[in-house]
């Protein structure tokens, strides 16, 4: 019924509490247990029972110890997150369930339901600060348990898988050597982790990481002598360091030929091959400066088309003095008399006209010369 989108939520909500409960032996399994709770949850949130969810998850998780690594602890945390989010996703979402994160660090299944919003929401940094923050409080308790979350394989590959997501190489590296170096002292140690960071540990320039990879892959060797990755590992971390030490284990590493044999050569030549990212930026910038050249060798300025005039002829010659004024210009020619007595008053180092110097100094000498004009006006009739 959950299945057909025009159910009525509440028609639903009343048939799933409709089922009896089992009495004595007629107990479910854990995992039917969990599928039947996740299904009253979200019937839950289909009629808007946010409060009770919220009430009835928080009574289970209290019960639970914190941190877990079990699933069905996880789902509790998930639908409690849910009640509180009332429904809400995305970023009116997180606004309500991140203060329940920060009063609530260690809670591994409300941490990666913060993360999924924030890989949703495409903020990749908020996730990755996220989960360094509730990684440092359990890394910072001296419980065995809160140290074993803290270095759990799942969430340690999705705090890698944030890191590859914006290319962090390094603190990938850093992390996985950390849970390494935690893991090799416990006799539970998964070999996927131990393998990936031994093989991340490749990678790196320094002498530490290497002989660490090494010691790794080494210990892998010793669980299991038919693995040949461990093998292959162990041969790659001290080759550069003391070749004579591996030299004898290449006998057991499968030849070149052997792993190539079944490559088509002619088949990959045709197809072409893909070059790196690098070597194709280099190609493509080479090939732009050899078409910005002439033929003899210069470099052609190239001059957009939305810059030149529309009446622009690349025959003539542009005038020299076009950045120029107006009225700076050789070419300027002011009109009327009064004009070019004014450009040739502006001319700077041109002859001086003294008659326009004695001139200006009698209309303007003397200071009787305007009340005496003002006497000789006549009076107007009253």
Avoid at 62 to 78: A, F, H, R, Y
Wanted: glycine content about 6%.
């Amino acid at each position: 019924m959950a299945n057909q989108s025009a159910v009525n939520p509440f028609i639903l909500y009343k048939s799933l509490h409709s089922t009896p409960d089992a009495i004595n032996n007629d107990r479910l399994f854990d995992f039917q247990e969990n599928t039947l709770l996740g299904n009253t949850h979200a019937a839950d949130l289909l009629v808007q029972k946010y409060d009770g969810m919220v009430r009835s998850t928080a009574k289970a998780l209290s019960k639970s110890s914190c941190p877990s690594t079990e699933s069905s602890t996880n789902l509790l945390s998930v639908y409690n997150a849910a009640g509180h989010a009332e429904g809400q996703d995305g970023v009116k979402a997180l606004k309500r369930i991140v203060p329940l994160l920060e009063r609530r660090p260690k809670d591994l299944g409300l941490l990666l339901t913060v993360v999924q919003l924030y890989v949703k929401a495409g903020n990749t940094t908020s996730a990755i600060t996220a989960m360094e923050r509730s990684l440092r409080s359990l890394e910072e308790s001296i419980s065995e348990a809160d140290q074993d979350a803290r270095f759990n394989p799942g969430l340690l590959s999705a705090l890698v898988s944030l890191y590859q997501l914006e290319g962090r190489k390094v603190q990938i590296r850093s992390t996985l050597s950390q849970a390494a170096a935690y893991w090799q002292k416990k006799p539970e140690a998964s070999a996927t982790l131990l393998r990936a960071a031994a093989t991340s540990l490749l990678h790196s320039d320094d002498k530490a990481d290497l002989v660490a990879a090494g010691e790794i892959f080494r210990s892998l060797h010793q669980k299991d002598s038919t693995d040949r990755v461990a093998i292959a590992g162990y041969v790659a971390s001290q080759a550069t360091l003391n070749y004579s030490q591996v030299e004898s284990q290449l006998d057991r590493l499968p030849a070149v030929g052997e792993l190539v044999g079944d490559v088509d050569i002619s088949a990959l030549e045709s197809a072409g091959i893909m070059p790196s990212a690098s070597i194709a930026a280099a190609a493509f910038a080479k090939a732009r400066k050899r078409t910005a050249t002439d033929k003899d060798g210069q470099i052609k300025k190239r001059v957009r088309h939305s810059r030149l005039p529309k009446d622009y002829d690349p025959s003539k010659k542009p005038d020299p003095e076009r950045w120029l004024p107006l009225r700076d210009r050789s070419s300027y020619r002011p009109k009327g008399k009064k004009g070019k007595q004014r450009a040739a008053e502006r001319t700077q180092g041109g002859v001086v006209n003294e008659s326009l110097d004695s001139s200006a100094q009698k209309t303007t000498g003397g200071g009787n010369a305007g009340s005496s004009n003002k006497n000789k006006k006549k009076k107007g009739k009253r």
